[in-house]
């Protein structure tokens, strides 16, 4: 399985991103994808996950203002990111977790200049 990612860059806190992240391979039909990120100095920490059912989960501090979704017929994430904030400013990674595998992709960066 391989993952690509797209859609990091710059903006101004307050802007908005949107990451896309496209899986090609043999894909488990049950499976879990979503976003990470680390920023310099910290540890890696979960951004959103979406289920293949649309079950979804954020960390506290992006709730509100990212939304995740998936389109399952072209075994995609997204991540649309608004009121972005400098603290965003990350290298955000795509994931897709399967029952017995984990897969990730490469990260793109994302900067938040205020």
């Known amino acids: 399985v391989q993952l690509q990612a797209s859609g990091g860059g710059s903006a101004q806190a307050g802007g908005s991103l949107r990451l896309s992240c496209a899986a090609s391979?043999?894909?488990?039909?049950?499976?879990?994808m979503g976003w990470y990120r680390q920023a310099p100095g910290k540890q890696r920490e979960l951004v959103a996950v979406?289920?293949?059912?649309?079950?979804?989960t954020y960390t506290d501090s992006v709730k509100g203002r990212f939304t995740i979704s998936r389109d399952n017929t072209k075994n995609m994430v997204y991540l649309q990111m608004n009121s972005l904030k400098p603290e965003d400013t990350a290298v955000y990674l795509c994931?897709?977790?399967?029952?017995?595998?984990?897969?990730w992709g490469q990260g793109t960066l994302v900067t938040v200049s205020s």
């Open positions: 979406i289920s293949s059912d649309g079950m979804t």
């Open positions: 391979g043999s894909i488990f039909s049950i499976n879990v």
């Open positions: 994931n897709l977790r399967t029952r017995n595998f984990n897969y």
